[in-house]
C-alpha cells in the first residue's frame, strides 16, 4: 500500500530559525512530489512540485528536495517567520494518470 | 488569473439529508478532482475527472457519493443521504494535463448534525 509520512505532526520554533521539514513515502516509483501550505479554514496553496527526474526545487526562502533512492522529501524554510505559520502537506503522484496520495501535513508554529 | 471557485463556502445539515457542493475549476484545465479532508488529516480524492470522463473514483463511497462533470468545466458534488462521518472540508482542484502542479479552491466545510 502506498503512503505518504509526515513527522512531526506538529512544530514550534522561534523566529528566525532555520527549519526542515520531513516527508517520507513507501515506494521509490514517484512521478512527481508535491508541497502545499494549509491556513486554518482555506484551501492548499501549492509551494514547490519535484519531477521525479529532478532532484530539488527552490522558491524564495523554501528548498524541496526529492531523494527517491531514501524515500523521502524535505522542504527546507530558511529565515522562518511569523507568517510561515501554517500546516504543511506532501503529496506524492505516482505517474501521469495515478491520483496524489497525501501525507497528514505538519502543523508548524512560528514564535516572534 | 481566476483561481478554483467553490461554493457553499459552509453547510450545516442533518444526517440523511442531502447536500450538493459546487466546484468552477481554473480556465482551460481539463482535470478536475474532489477531495475529501477530515480534520487532522490530509486530503484523500474521492474522484478525479479528465475532461467529462471519470479517470478515478475508487475512494468514493458510491451508494451515498455522486459526482458529475458536465461539458468538461463545472462540477457538482453530492452526498444522499449524510451521515455523522462525512463532516469534513470538501476540497475542489484543478490542473493542466501531464505532470502539472494542482490549484484548489477554499473548500467547503460541511457539518452533519
Known amino acids: 500500500k502506498q503512503e505518504v509520512t509526515q513527522i512531526p505532526a506538529a512544530l514550534s520554533v522561534p523566529e528566525g530559525e532555520n527549519l526542515v521539514l520531513n516527508c517520507s513515502f513507501t515506494d521509490s516509483a514517484i512521478y512527481n512530489l508535491q508541497w502545499f501550505r494549509q491556513d486554518p479554514g482555506k484551501g492548499l496553496t501549492s509551494l514547490l512540485l519535484i519531477q521525479s527526474s529532478q532532484r530539488e526545487q527552490t522558491s524564495g526562502r523554501l528548498n524541496a528536495s526529492l531523494d527517491k533512492s531514501s524515500g523521502r522529501s524535505t522542504l527546507y524554510i530558511a529565515a522562518s517567520q511569523p507568517g510561515d505559520s501554517a500546516t504543511y502537506l506532501c503529496a506524492e503522484k505516482y505517474s501521469s494518470a495515478s491520483k496524489i496520495i497525501f501525507g497528514s501535513g505538519t502543523r508548524l508554529s512560528i514564535r516572534p | 488569473e481566476a483561481g478554483v471557485a467553490q461554493s457553499p463556502r459552509y453547510k450545516i445539515i442533518e444526517k440523511r439529508q442531502s447536500v450538493a457542493f459546487w466546484c468552477n475549476p481554473i480556465?482551460?484545465?481539463?482535470?478536475l478532482y474532489w477531495y475529501q479532508q477530515i480534520l487532522g488529516q490530509g486530503p484523500k480524492l474521492l474522484i478525479q475527472?479528465?475532461?467529462?470522463?471519470?479517470?478515478?473514483d475508487s475512494q468514493l463511497p458510491k451508494d451515498r457519493f455522486s459526482a458529475e462533470r458536465l461539458k468538461g468545466v463545472d462540477s457538482t458534488l453530492k452526498i444522499q443521504p449524510a451521515k455523522l462521518e462525512d463532516s469534513a472540508v470538501y476540497l475542489c482542484a484543478s490542473s493542466l494535463d501531464g505532470p502539472y502542479e494542482q490549484f484548489f479552491g477554499p473548500g467547503t466545510r460541511l457539518t452533519v448534525l
Open positions: 475527472f479528465q475532461n467529462n470522463g471519470v479517470v478515478d
Open positions: 480556465s482551460g484545465h481539463a482535470t
